[in-house]
């Protein structure tokens, strides 16, 4: 399948990171609105794009050695089928990765997780830990965790920022959610991050 060439991502705004930090709050029930394409766009690179010609992204990794893999699964995004898509953050685009009803698949995973049901997407984290740990042993399954958090938080702080919001969650079943999301063996899902406009009180 072809991919989807992502937005350029912006590299400048005028909303502060102060008030990023300021503003941030996990939220789990979200507006019907859709996403656009540009605001996954951003979104997916603030957690794992690319910002020098080396290949150093926006998050630390231990020996730049990026053991995580990003996916995001669509469900209410303006130019983006329903389904689940692998970011391939070298070239800032998606791959066509699963099936189209993978968001419900997703949501009965993470049982009690209504925000995963309902979100217009959610955005997975997962890891290929051999990637780390072939340099530093089991200590690299602690240095790919802390990524994964650095990853969500960047994340979660650009949400805020293009005034959505998310949350993260590690309440799942790992086997489920890799056979909703088509993860290899080789690859362990640490996070789900639902995302969207806040809904109206």
């Known amino acids: 399948m072809e991919t989807i ?14 008030r990023a930090l300021h503003e941030r709050r996990s939220v789990r029930r979200f507006s019907p609105t859709a996403l656009t394409l540009e605001q996954v766009s951003q979104l997916l690179w603030a957690a794992q794009g690319v910002t020098h010609a080396s290949g150093l992204r926006t998050t630390p990794s231990a020996g ?5 893999e990003t996916y995001v ?3 209410n995004v303006t130019g983006l089928r329903p389904g689940v ?12 990765a699963g099936r189209a009803n993978a968001r419900a698949a997703l949501a009965a995973a993470a049982p009690g997780q209504t925000a995963v049901a309902e979100a ?15 340099k ?16 969500a938080q960047n994340l979660l702080l650009q949400a805020t920022a293009l005034g959505l919001a998310g949350v993260p969650i590690g309440a799942f079943d ?17 996070y789900l991050i639902p995302l969207g406009r806040p809904a109206q009180h």
């Open 5 to 18: 060439q992502l937005p350029v991502p912006r590299t400048q705004s005028a909303y502060s990171l102060e």
């Open 64 to 68: 730049a050695l990026y053991p995580l």
């Open 73 to 75: 699964v669509a469900g």
């Open 85 to 96: 898509y692998r970011y391939l953050p070298q070239r800032h685009e998606l791959a066509p």
């Open 120 to 134: 217009p997407a959610v955005v997975a984290l997962a890891a290929v830990e051999g990637r780390t740990t072939a």
């Open 136 to 151: 530093y042993g089991r200590r690299g399954i602690a240095y790919v965790e802390r990524e994964a958090g650095h990853a």
């Open 174 to 190: 790992d086997a489920r959610v890799a056979a909703a999301l088509g993860l290899a063996g080789d690859e362990r899902p640490l």
